[in-house]
């Protein structure tokens, strides 16, 4: 009868078993000890050796890294974090891919890639480059714009991609880009005007130059333009595009002329259109009014007001950021607190009411800043109904 | 006969040159503000630029000279590159009217010296790019009156001096960045670099010249590590220096810092290292010990101490029987009573390098409160009380039943058993106890498996399979 058992024991292991086990394990720690120890030492020469060449590859002047016309057919690697430019010009980077820079390098302000014969962009190309403010792709082979292509670009302030083959912008090309000022799309086959660029919620609220001349466009969106701010149309450039004469393109440009708007006045002579017909005659805009389609000649409209009614006359000067002064007619300058009839609002406009018929005249609008100064007039008529 | 000078010669002239004025010259590429005559072999500027042209960018050509008011139709222009072009030297007054420029690349030519003349009446002009050029001398007043200069760029060049003095808080107020990084300077005048405005000498680059090892200048580098400055940081290797100037002695000093030991690194430098530890608590009579611990380094560090008392306390204060500081900065305080509570200041100075720090440590001190209870009595009278009152409960309530007997006291859990009882539980039926009876048959089933070795294995066994091993009843007890 054996004797019962305590719950739980275990017998005592064999002896042989013991000795080869724990030799094996100490054999295990110490290899991998070594193998740290060996992967420890060599990383940071590893890391070294893939550092860019400054004195081969490039021209390094402290954080400026220029690498044009050096031949290169791919990005160099081991660009130094400190990057602030990165000049790849005039070389032969055909396509720029996701992992052109596997760190982020986040002290790139400017990188050029123009004359590159570019045809391919990937759609993380920018993902490490978040603070980039300037991007050059002019110059470059690219077809179209791909949806989201510039999104992680939040603080892009000026991107050129003029003279390349772009056909086609996704309408959310250039979603994401929030601080963009400057946007050139010149020497292009653009034929849809990219109006949401600058009208509805999901436009760019700080571009003021966008440049679309020299491209395909026939029809540009007048109605829409028309209403647009003057600090806008300021910089919306579409000369030099094949346009479809008509009454109201002569009238938009006229009136944006009279306005002394840059995009008009510079390039007058470049805003030509074809005549309707089989024959496609082409003829200065600017031209309608007299020779071709006698369109009516442009009258800057008065702002006309029924009796006791109350209305806000817009100051809508050329440039952003003017603090703006209104003289009433008679002299009469508006301050703070003034009679109740007439107040400035916070965006510059003045709204007076109800109006009553002597208030008709000419209101005057002074704008200054540091370097420019504008001044607008508005003339108002005041209907009584008899 | 048509004459050369016939009136529709004359119109057509005319016409031509109302239409060419401000037009795109055929060479360059225009888009609305931008003019981009790059890499078209122009040796001249191209005759009639548009003057609407805020970007000029006229870089890989091979122009050699640019004569006088070049841009001055150029109201607009705000940045000009001319980078690789084969420029010697620059006319006077070729910025004349050009003040709206404010980024003018001039990198990569062949510029040898820079006049004084070269970038006078730019008062605009932020970014100037003037890097691999072969500059050996910098005029003194070549950046006088660029009141908006914020970044300049006079690496890869043949420098030996720069007019530092030229730069001051008032002359050049967004100056922050610049750049005298591979040139070959030996020594510079080092008090002038110091006197720089910070936010100049933040941004001063100096590294992979020629310099010659000497305190002055390791001083001006270590202050600059010292405060983080990326100049330094991002270029550590590249900041050697030659030993008496051969050059094939040089040293990475800010690696390797040796040589420099000797050095004393000028004005002591107050490193704003003020911790805070929180409440240090002890209680009256016990031993306190403070250390002074800061972001100081150094083997030769001298402590002071301040108590709240404003007591200085240093390691030869000779209240040792109070208040101990030792060599290492620690301070001790035997025994701490009450009114030693307060903020201990500690100042560690490193006189070598010029630097100190402070460390704060607010102590208090607790009186232990007196134990008006001894808690062993406590629980003992708490014990005492529940027991008088259960034997209160059990004895002295009135029995409601009637009956006279005493009820037996409820079932309270005991290791033996009776086993009389226990064979009512298991067999109800069995009213009187048989033995015999009782024996066969009766075999419990172990609710855990038994495990035996067999074979050198170990097995779990039931124990039914075990007839020999059951539970028996009888007088006998268990067997």
């Known amino acids: ?386 | 006969m048509t004459s050369l000078f016939s009136p529709d010669t004359v119109v057509l002239l005319c016409l031509l040159l109302h239409f060419t004025e401000g037009t795109c010259p055929s060479i360059c590429l225009c888009t609305s503000d931008t003019l981009s005559c790059g890499s078209q072999g122009l040796t001249r500027l191209p005759l009639l630029l548009p003057p609407t042209t805020v970007t000029l960018d006229l870089s890989y050509n091979r122009l050699g000279w640019l004569g006088p008011g070049s841009f001055s139709s150029l109201t607009k222009l705000d940045t000009l590159r001319l980078a690789n072009n084969q420029l010697t030297t620059l006319g006077h007054g070729v910025f004349q009217n050009t003040s709206s420029l404010r980024h003018l690349d001039l990198s990569s030519n062949r510029l040898r010296v820079l006049e004084q003349h070269f970038l006078q009446g730019l008062w605009r002009l932020e970014e100037l790019l003037l890097y691999n050029n072969r500059i050996t001398r910098v005029e003194g007043g070549t950046l006088s009156g660029l009141s908006s200069l914020r970044k300049a760029y006079f690496s890869l060049n043949q420098v030996t001096e720069f007019p530092f003095f030229s730069i001051q808080d008032h002359s050049h107020p967004f100056l922050t960045m610049l750049d005298l990084s591979s040139n070959r300077m030996t020594t510079l005048p080092w008090e002038d670099v110091k006197a720089l405005p910070g936010s100049v000498q933040k941004g001063l680059y100096l590294h992979n010249n020629s310099l010659l090892c000497e305190c002055s200048m390791y001083s001006v580098f270590w202050h600059w590590e010292q405060r983080g400055f990326d100049s330094v940081r991002d270029f550590t290797d590249e900041h050697t220096c030659l030993i008496y100037g051969e050059p094939r002695a040089s040293v990475r000093f800010l690696r390797h810092s040796l040589y420099f030991q000797n050095c004393t690194v000028g004005k002591v430098v107050s490193l704003p290292m003020a911790v805070l530890l929180s409440n240090l608590m002890v209680n009256e009579g016990e031993r306190v010990r403070l250390d002074c611990q800061t972001s100081l380094r150094g083997k030769e560090l001298s402590y002071t101490w301040v108590s709240p008392n404003q007591e200085y306390l240093t390691q030869m204060s000779f209240n040792d029987t109070l208040i101990n500081v030792f060599p290492n900065g620690t301070l001790e305080i035997p025994a701490a009573k009450v009114n030693d509570s307060g903020v201990y200041l500690c100042t560690a100075l490193d006189y070598k390098h010029m630097l100190n720090a402070t460390r704060e440590v607010n102590v208090t001190v607790i009186r232990p409160m007196p134990d008006t209870f001894n808690t062993g009595y406590t629980t003992l009278l708490g014990c005492v009380v529940t027991l008088v009152v259960i034997l209160m409960y059990l004895y002295l309530t009135p029995c409601r039943c009637g009956c006279c007997k005493q009820p037996l006291p409820p079932a309270i859990p005991i290791p033996a058993y009776d086993p009389n009882t226990l064979a009512s539980i298991f067999s109800p039926t069995l009213s009187h106890r048989d033995p015999t009876k009782a024996n066969i048959n009766k075999r419990v089933v172990f609710m855990e498996p038994l495990m035996e070795e067999q074979n050198g294995d170990l097995r779990a066994t039931l124990a039914r399979e075990q007839p020999t091993l059951q539970w028996e009843w009888g007088a006998s007890g268990l067997s």
């Open chain 1, 1 to 386: 009868m054996l004797p019962p058992r305590k719950a739980g024991a275990l017998p005592e292991p064999s002896p042989s078993a013991s000795p080869s086990l724990s030799l094996r394990r100490i054999q295990v720690r110490w290899a991998l000890y070594l193998f740290l120890s060996l992967a420890l030492l060599w990383f940071p020469s590893g890391a070294v050796a893939s550092t860019l060449n400054c004195h081969k590859t490039c021209i390094c002047a402290s954080n400026i890294v220029s690498c044009s016309k050096m031949n290169l057919t791919t990005v160099p690697t081991g660009l130094p974090l400190y990057t602030a430019v990165l000049d790849l010009s005039y070389n032969d980077v055909s396509r720029l891919r996701a992992e052109w820079t596997t760190v982020k390098l986040t002290k790139l302000h400017n990188l050029l890639l123009s004359h590159n014969g570019l045809h391919f962009l990937s759609s993380e190309a920018f993902v490490y480059v978040k603070h980039l403010r300037y991007l050059d792709l002019s110059s470059n082979n690219l077809r179209q714009l791909d949806e989201f292509i510039f999104e992680p670009l939040g603080q892009l302030e000026v991107l050129l991609l003029y003279n390349n083959r772009i056909s086609q912008i996704d309408r959310s090309a250039f979603q994401g880009l929030h601080s963009l000022q400057k946007l050139y799309l010149s020497q292009n086959i653009i034929s849809r005007f990219p109006l949401e660029l600058v009208k509805d919620k999901n436009r760019l609220g700080k571009l003021s130059l966008m440049d679309i001349s020299s491209n395909r466009i026939k029809v540009p969106p007048i109605a829409e333009l028309q209403v647009l701010p003057a600090w806008i149309k300021n910089g919306l450039y579409f000369h030099n595009n094949p346009l479809v004469c008509d009454c109201s393109l002569y009238s938009l440009l006229a009136h944006w002329h009279i306005l002394r708007l840059n995009s008009a006045l510079d390039f007058k002579d470049e805003y030509s259109c074809y005549l309707p017909g089989p024959q496609k005659i082409k003829v200065g805009v600017f031209d309608l009014n007299r020779d071709y389609m006698n369109c009516s000649t442009f009258h800057e409209a008065d702002q006309e007001a029924w009796l006791e009614q109350t209305l806000i006359l817009r100051c809508d000067t050329k440039h952003r950021d003017l603090s703006k002064t209104w003289v009433m007619p008679g002299d009469v300058v508006v301050t703070e607190g003034f009679n109740q009839t007439a107040k400035v609002l916070p965006d510059g406009s003045l709204q007076i009411g109800p109006v009553k018929p002597d208030d008709s005249g000419t209101y005057t609008c002074y704008a200054v800043s540091e370097a420019l100064n504008e001044t607008l007039y508005v003339l108002l008529k005041v209907f009584t109904v008899l």
